[in-house]
């Protein structure tokens, strides 16, 4: 069956560094692969996508790379800050009709000042 | 204002009452989700509409069922609630084609006794 890892616990870094979270997934083809911010109790905000056909996507601070023989997505935060601190979702799109994604459950980045 | 607001934010029911959940959108989006998050489960997709004719289950309908009353509105409910219904739920959003980005709602936190 499909799924989606990301390491469960909790990535702690002082502020300023590079913050590095993994997306693992096995069984699946996926066509993108998006990243989501959610802070604790909101629902969680779209921050980026990357198509199976790039190797790397930049938004300001944020960078993500794909790589579809690990199956394996990075997303990197640069020169992190304390306000960086919540949990990261990666998620799946197929290329078929479907409109449905698969989430990962989330890897939670605290950010010490 | 919000593009996709939820009601109610908080409730807590008994066992076996019936519950309804509601969202709404003002992103003109046609597609609408219903998903729950648990801690260490990440976000499952209860519900989907592709528009106010084609509703479709997620991987975990059992107990729920929903109404797309118009294209910017999508209700849940919970026919018999059950303890293990207790849980955060999240509507979202997105545009028809790939790649499907999410917008999600605030949550409604459900606590069922």
């Known amino acids: 069956s499909q799924k989606i890892e990301q390491n469960s616990e909790a990535l702690n870094i002082q502020e300023g560094k590079t913050a590095t979270l993994t997306c693992n997934y096995t069984n699946y083809s996926p066509a993108y692969l998006q990243w989501y911010r959610q802070d604790p109790g909101r629902g969680p905000v779209f921050l980026l996508l990357?198509?199976?056909?790039?190797k790397e996507k930049r938004k300001e601070r944020l960078k993500v790379t794909f790589d579809t023989t690990l199956k394996q997505s990075l997303f990197h935060i640069t020169a992190s800050q304390p306000a960086d601190s919540a949990t990261y979702l990666c998620a799946l799109v197929g290329s078929s009709n479907t409109g449905k994604l698969i989430f990962g459950q989330g890897t939670t980045l605290q950010v010490k000042p | 204002d919000a593009d996709v607001t939820q009601t109610p934010r908080n409730r807590i029911t008994k066992t076996g009452k019936r519950i309804m959940l509601e969202c709404s959108q003002t992103k003109g989006h046609d597609r609408m989700y219903w998903y729950r998050q648990d801690p260490g489960l990440g976000l499952r997709l209860i519900y989907y509409?592709?528009?106010?004719?084609?509703?479709n289950k997620g991987e975990i309908s059992d107990g729920y069922s929903v109404s797309r009353q118009a294209q910017a509105k999508f209700s849940l409910s919970l026919e018999s609630a059950i303890p293990n219904q207790t849980a955060l739920y999240f509507c979202?959003?997105?545009?028809?084609?790939?790649?499907?980005?999410?917008?999600f709602g605030p949550g409604t936190r459900l606590t069922v006794t």
């Open positions: 509409s592709f528009d106010v004719k084609d509703i």
């Open positions: 979202a959003t997105s545009p028809t084609g790939l790649p499907y980005e999410q917008y």
């Open positions: 990357i198509r199976e056909n790039e």
